[in-house]
């Protein structure tokens, strides 16, 4: 029998959606400020001679410019104030989440709650200022061959202008998640890829009208594509649900507890990071070669095309990193033992299983399967469509991480809109209520 929540969400409709006003502005809120975003992406950084750089970046769409350019709407190829976009934020956020395990003092601030999250949240702005200025740095010293007036001015223009963008993005997606809809940081990332796919879709449909590609093969895209989100959101949807009691007491002449309920493990727990990682580290070779003209020594270029795109090495150390990077995030995100204390310290216990250690050592048995699987179709969902753009040249945005970003960033938001309307729908019973019962 369905619940009441699982009754009142079969109940939601257009009509819900309009009463919800609180709902609505919030949605106008977080389409201004993606907008803002966009509108950031083509404001260029001061001093760049836009058509020498077009030109140099055309030769770097393989590399990791061509990766990070998929992540920033563009932003890359245009050298725009927000072309580091929320990348150094991601990867202070990453940084602080491994410091965790090691750090006492951070391990504590996990477990104070709300104000210990406040503390961390801000170690990690810190952090991502200082990822951003060196990032800044590394890019202003490459850019100064396209710089008009190369030197020093011209350095600490650059890094000013690229730490303000990142640190502009990071407020504004903290903006997004508190007075919005979804999570900002995840959205920003999102506006970047949908906004690159016409071009993408577009670029793909020319090739077919040039004869670079069949018909056939674009036909065989767009149904491989379609087929991949399919399955992405079955698996993402995925969850394994241990079986939690809660034991009965008395207290006085009543009888309390005896209900259940069940922790969820998710299929996939790392998300989307073990492929951006795998897709940077195996990149990096090209884009250092690529900078150097072909210049750089032997044994650069050799490995540079043992790790092209479409080759053994290649598709078997991508798979190698996707499975190592799900297994190490999912060991980090979760701790079998603090999910196994919570559940002691609160009475719970999971049928035939001693509660504490021998209970954590169950849900680290049952993780580690789980993580076996989403690590499997990672891998079959990245590699994919990876063929394919090796062997006809399809964009990045047809990719397995770019639709694996899309996909999941849409479900997270679609479900948030559908707490947000819940949320309404109860608010207007209880006023119901209210009423029926003034009236008796």
């Known amino acids: 029998m369905a619940s009441a929540a699982e009754q009142l969400a079969a109940n939601l409709n257009f009509g819900a959606f309009a009463k919800a006003e609180e709902l609505k502005k919030r949605i106008w809120f977080t389409l201004g400020a993606l907008l ?3 509108l950031g992406t083509y404001i260029p950084i001061p001093g760049i001679d836009p058509i020498r750089f077009a030109e140099f970046f055309q030769q770097q769409q393989g590399g990791i410019g061509g990766m990070l350019d998929l992540f920033t709407g563009g932003a890359v190829g245009r050298m725009a104030i927000f072309a580091l976009t929320i990348m150094p934020y991601i990867s202070a956020s990453i940084i602080i989440q491994l410091m965790t395990t090691v750090s006492p003092h951070l391990e504590q601030l996990k477990k104070e709650g709300e104000q210990g999250r406040k503390q961390i949240n801000q170690y990690t702005r810190y952090g991502t200022v200082l990822l951003a200025t060196l990032q800044g740095y590394g890019i202003a010293v490459g850019l100064e061959s396209f710089a008009i007036d190369p030197g020093l ?20 997606g903290e903006q997004i998640t508190a007075r919005g809809v979804g999570n900002g940081i995840s959205l920003i990332i999102f506006a970047g890829i949908v906004a690159e796919l016409p071009a993408a879709l577009v670029g793909t449909l020319e090739l077919g009208r040039e004869g670079a590609l069949s018909p056939a093969i674009i036909l065989l895209l767009m149904i491989m594509v379609v087929g991949i989100i399919a399955f992405i959101v079955f698996v993402e949807r995925a969850q394994r649900r241990l079986l939690v009691q809660y034991p009965k007491r008395q207290v006085g002449q009543k009888m309390y507890g005896g209900d259940s ?3 969820p493990l998710k299929l996939n727990t790392a998300g989307v990071i073990p492929p951006i990682f795998a897709s940077s580290l195996l990149l990096l070779p090209t884009t250092a070669a690529s900078f150097g003209g072909g210049q750089g020594p032997e044994w ?5 095309a043992w790790l092209a795109h479409g080759q053994p090495l290649y598709m078997a ?5 996707i499975i190592f990077f799900c297994f190490f995030y999912t060991a980090i ?10 559940l002691k310290k609160y009475g719970g216990f ?4 001693r509660p504490g250690k021998r209970t954590a050592e169950y849900i680290d048995h049952v993780l580690t399967r789980l993580t076996v699987v989403g690590a499997l179709y990672l891998t079959f969902v990245c590699l994919l469509p990876e063929v394919l753009i090796s062997q006809y040249s399809i964009p990045f945005y047809f990719g397995g991480t770019s639709l694996l970003i899309v996909v999941n960033v849409t479900m997270d938001t679609v479900a948030q809109v559908q707490s947000h309307l819940l949320a309404h729908q109860y608010e207007g019973l209880i ?4 009423l029926r019962g003034a009236r008796r």
């Open 431 to 434: 006023k119901k209520s209210k």
């Open 350 to 353: 999971i049928p035939g299983i």
């Open 300 to 304: 650069l270029n050799v490995i540079t």
């Open 317 to 321: 150390l991508y798979a190698g990193l």
């Open 36 to 38: 803002v975003y966009r």
């Open 261 to 263: 309920s069940h922790l």
């Open 153 to 172: 001015f011209f350095r600490a223009t650059t890094v000013i202008t690229l730490v303000g963008g990142t640190i502009f993005l990071m407020w504004l």
């Open 333 to 342: 995100v979760f701790n079998p033992d603090d999910t196994a204390d919570n």
